[in-house]
């Protein structure tokens, strides 16, 4: 009987990326030239050459999650990927389904802009360590910073493009059951982040230049925690400057109550007390 070569690979011998069964490389998409700067055409071949991927290819495997099935002692099987370019950008997509590991996405330049400003600033507050992209266990992910302070340690996320409500929500619960503090940054406008309803600590930075933030020592940021209150379907949504029922998205209230934003942005004022 043929051994298959994901039967060869402990994948906790790696560092979470894709295994390109091909070239025998572990890929890094958040790192450039995805962590093998001696092969610059490496996308360009997986991306148009070594076509299909997925079960049928058997080219991609996701190393994460075979990771995360050996340390939950199940049987190894492999989980196949398929390299997809979409309206999120370039990604790893997993054939069953799952939504795909932030850690699999390649990084714009100001992700990573944000990514190092946010270490800095954590650095600078007086943090005992700060490191980028730790394996965290108990969550089985890597937040994009992390760092420990003399009280608790604070999971840094950020997010640069539009998810899921679900998405954040999972990565949110998952960050929280490693004790950690889940502390959100985005480059997005107010009128833009509905999807981070969820979110309860989240800094807005004031600019939207990534190059200031690399070259500055400081930048200011709008941070503090999100209110929300419970109001009758019909009151005006700061998520999305509608009157739109936020359950079914139309244009008649249903009736029902939802939670809003403090702030009425059809009145530019705060809303008034409950």
Same mark, same amino acid.
């Given at each position: 009987?043929?051994?298959?070569?994901?039967?060869?690979?402990?994948?906790?011998?790696?560092?979470?990326?894709?295994?390109?069964? %091909?070239?025998?490389?572990?890929?890094?998409? &958040?790192?450039?030239?995805?962590?093998?700067?001696?092969?610059?055409?490496?996308?360009?071949?997986?991306?148009?050459?070594? &076509?299909?991927?997925?079960?049928?290819?058997?080219?991609?495997?996701?190393?994460?999650?075979?990771?995360?099935?050996?340390?939950?002692?199940?049987?190894?099987?492999?989980?196949?990927?398929?390299?997809?370019?979409?309206? #999120?950008?370039?990604?790893?997509?997993?054939?069953?389904?799952?939504?795909?590991?932030?850690?699999?996405?390649?990084?714009?330049?100001?992700?990573?802009?944000?990514?190092?400003?946010?270490?800095?600033?954590?650095?600078?507050?007086?943090?005992?360590?700060?490191?980028?992209?730790?394996?965290?266990?108990?969550?089985? &992910?890597?937040?994009?910073?992390?760092?420990?302070?003399?009280?608790?340690?604070?999971?840094?996320?950020?997010?640069?493009?539009?998810?899921?409500?679900?998405?954040?929500?999972?990565?949110?619960?998952?960050?929280?059951?490693?004790?950690?503090?889940?502390?959100?940054?985005?480059?997005?406008?107010?009128?833009?982040?509905?999807?981070?309803?969820?979110?309860?600590?989240?800094?807005?930075?004031?600019?939207?230049?990534?190059? #200031? #933030?690399? &070259?500055? %020592?400081?930048?200011?940021?709008?941070?503090?925690?999100?209110?929300?209150?419970?109001?009758?379907?019909?009151?005006?949504?700061?998520?999305?400057?509608?009157?739109?029922? %936020?359950?079914?998205?139309?244009?008649?209230?249903?009736?029902?109550?939802?939670? #809003? %934003?403090?702030?009425?942005?059809?009145?530019?004022?705060?809303?008034?007390?409950?």
């Amino acid at each position: 009987m043929t051994t298959q070569i994901w039967e060869l690979i402990d994948p906790r011998d790696f560092a979470d990326g894709v295994f390109y069964v %091909p070239a025998m490389l572990e890929l890094q998409p &958040r790192l450039p030239h995805w962590g093998h700067p001696d092969q610059p055409g490496l996308r360009d071949r997986l991306a148009t050459a070594d &076509r299909p991927h997925g079960v049928r290819g058997k080219k991609l495997l996701c190393l994460l999650c075979m990771r995360i099935q050996a340390e939950r002692n199940l049987p190894p099987e492999p989980v196949w990927l398929t390299f997809v370019e979409g309206r #999120y950008g370039p990604m790893f997509r997993h054939e069953g389904g799952r939504s795909p590991h932030p850690e699999h996405q390649p990084e714009t330049d100001i992700h990573k802009a944000l990514k190092e400003r946010k270490a800095r600033t954590f650095d600078a507050a007086g943090a005992i360590d700060v490191n980028v992209e730790v394996w965290r266990p108990k969550a089985r &992910r890597r937040p994009d910073v992390l760092a420990v302070g003399p009280e608790l340690t604070v999971a840094g996320e950020v997010q640069h493009s539009a998810a899921r409500a679900r998405e954040i929500q999972s990565r949110q619960k998952a960050l929280r059951k490693a004790g950690d503090r889940v502390v959100w940054t985005t480059d997005l406008p107010a009128a833009d982040i509905g999807f981070m309803h969820l979110v309860p600590h989240l800094a807005l930075p004031t600019v939207g230049d990534h190059r #200031y #933030y690399l &070259r500055e %020592p400081k930048v200011n940021l709008i941070a503090g925690a999100i209110v929300l209150e419970r109001r009758r379907c019909g009151w005006a949504d700061l998520w999305t400057g509608t009157q739109r029922c %936020p359950a079914t998205r139309k244009a008649i209230p249903c009736g029902q109550w939802h939670l #809003y %934003p403090t702030y009425d942005p059809a009145t530019g004022s705060p809303s008034p007390t409950t």
